[in-house]
């Protein structure tokens, strides 16, 4: 069974450039999850979907950061325009709905670097 | 809104010592509890989990974590680490009651020297 997939695995851009992330959950996972992840630090939820549905984006920054699942299974989460500070790991998860809840499985990440 | 707590960013053992890690969550209900681990280069998996039942669970590759409730803690361990072992354990927390929200803790790095 292919993982969750996440591209791309670094990107290293200037600040105040736009920059996305695409993530594609396990089949069959129905929610999916953005974290941020600092140097040191554990993983933040960004924004959790139920299929194409943002149910909880309230820690998302939405000034500049946006999130879209348009048919409920791949996901994209932008930033624009990028700020120093936003250097950190973007993780995507999944998990099933109607699973026992708990376990969500991740991604590799997305090492964003901002100069 | 909860918050948890890893007492050790860092930890350094000896193949064959035997390890805990501590963790500590802010406020009590009803609560999942996981402890999640990432190898070097890989991405985050789970290693145990408690829902209910007996509060001394068991996970892959020899780990087992304790609930206790009274304390607001669900401590890893293993009695002897191996070198394999080395890696990143973030321990979360699933608060039933705050819309079923995953909290994690900010990880230990453990380094096991062969």
């Known amino acids: 069974e292919a993982g969750v997939v996440q591209s791309p695995r670094y990107k290293i851009i200037e600040k105040k450039q736009p920059v996305a992330f695409w993530c594609n959950p396990i089949s069959g996972h129905n929610t999916l999850y953005w974290y941020l992840q600092n140097l040191g630090q554990g993983p933040e939820l960004l924004i959790r979907?139920?299929?194409?549905?943002?149910?909880?984006d309230s820690q998302l920054p939405k000034d500049r950061f946006s999130a879209e699942r348009l048919k409920g299974v791949d996901s994209t989460l932008k930033i624009q325009p990028a700020e120093l500070g936003d250097s950190a790991v973007y993780l995507c998860?999944?998990?099933?709905?109607?699973?026992?809840?708990?376990?969500?499985?991740f991604g590799e990440g997305s090492r964003l670097t901002v100069l | 809104a909860q918050s948890v707590s890893q007492h050790n960013h860092h930890v350094i053992l000896s193949e064959a010592a035997s390890l805990e890690l501590g963790c500590n969550y802010s406020?009590?209900?009803?609560?999942?509890l996981f402890w999640y681990v990432q190898y070097p280069g890989q991405h985050l998996q789970l290693l145990l989990k408690y829902f209910s039942g007996d509060p001394l669970v068991k996970g892959i590759k020899g780990f087992e974590a304790e609930f206790i409730k009274s304390k607001f803690s669900f401590n890893l361990r293993k009695p002897s680490v191996q070198w394999s072992d080395t890696a990143e354990y973030f321990c979360?927390?699933?608060?039933?009651?705050?819309?079923?929200?995953?909290?994690f803790g900010g990880g230990t790095r453990l380094m096991v020297k062969p």
């Open positions: 979907y139920e299929n194409e549905e943002a149910v909880d």
């Open positions: 998860a999944s998990s099933p709905i109607g699973g026992d809840g708990g376990e969500l499985f």
């Open positions: 406020y009590g209900g009803t609560v999942n």
């Open positions: 979360a927390v699933r608060d039933n009651n705050a819309g079923n929200m995953l909290t």
